[in-house]
């Protein structure tokens, strides 16, 4: 299994400002991905980040409203940018890990923005 | 484009049934992973299924896949109401595309 922590856990953001997410992952990995579940939904890939390079964002996803960092091989940033009440979610870092590659998720930050 | 279609997506059981929740995808792949969200909760990954005909079993759960007709299931055996949950089939290996879940709910 994997440990892998976030903060904040939760938070209540007003319309327009920002809101930083860390992932911290307890052994080196090479990737790490952020997901998106909004409310009764699924799972939905933003951006996969690797270390020394920028990430990769999915169809949907741009830079400038989900801004990634990923200054470490256990360590990633997840900014989203601009709040509007869509953007009330589940964000989830993960990882793969194992023989398997099986992929491992944080707890999440649950986000409502106002 | 790899598109994964679960169903029921939502499920009433009443406690000491079985039921069987299945898990289509659209293009070959050489994964698919089972996973458990209680509210409030993060996902659990509770099978990771690597080749035809692989069957996995965790207590009540058996998970199977046929990957030539693209098919998993999740089978629950003599349901008890601490399988409640949503259950998520996720299948490719990155990124990993998931259906739309399960929510079960288990009834005495």
């Known amino acids: 299994s994997a440990v892998i922590s976030q903060k904040p856990s939760r938070d209540i953001c007003q319309r327009g400002t920002s809101l930083t997410i860390q992932c911290q992952v307890d052994s080196q990995v090479t990737m790490m991905f952020w997901y998106r579940q909004q409310p009764g939904q699924s799972l939905t890939l933003i951006a996969t980040?690797?270390?020394?390079?920028?990430?990769?964002?999915e169809s949907g996803f741009v830079i400038d409203k989900f801004p990634i960092s990923r200054p470490n091989l256990t360590f990633s940033t997840l900014t989203v940018s601009n709040m509007s009440p869509e953007d009330s979610s589940i964000y989830l870092c993960?990882?793969?890990?194992?023989?398997?590659?099986?992929?491992?998720f944080g707890p999440g930050t649950r986000l409502l923005v106002l | 484009e790899l598109k994964v279609e679960q169903n029921p997506l939502f499920l009433s059981m009443q406690e000491g049934k079985n039921y069987t929740i299945y898990c289509n995808y659209s293009?070959?792949?050489?994964?698919l992973y089972w996973y458990r969200q209680d509210p409030g909760k993060s996902l659990e990954s509770l099978f990771v299924?690597?080749?035809?005909?692989a069957v996995k079993q965790e207590g009540r759960l058996m998970a199977s896949l046929d990957t030539k007709a693209r098919l998993s299931t999740l089978h629950i055996t003599a349901a008890v109401h601490d399988l409640s949950a949503t259950y998520f089939c996720?299948?490719?290996?990155?990124?990993?595309?998931f259906g739309k879940g399960t929510r079960l709910s288990v009834i005495a």
């Open positions: 996720a299948v490719g290996n990155t990124p990993l595309v």
């Open positions: 993960s990882i793969n890990r194992g023989t398997m590659e099986t992929q491992y």
């Open positions: 293009t070959t792949s050489d994964r």
């Open positions: 299924l690597l080749s035809n005909g």
């Open positions: 980040a690797n270390q020394g390079s920028e990430a990769t964002y």
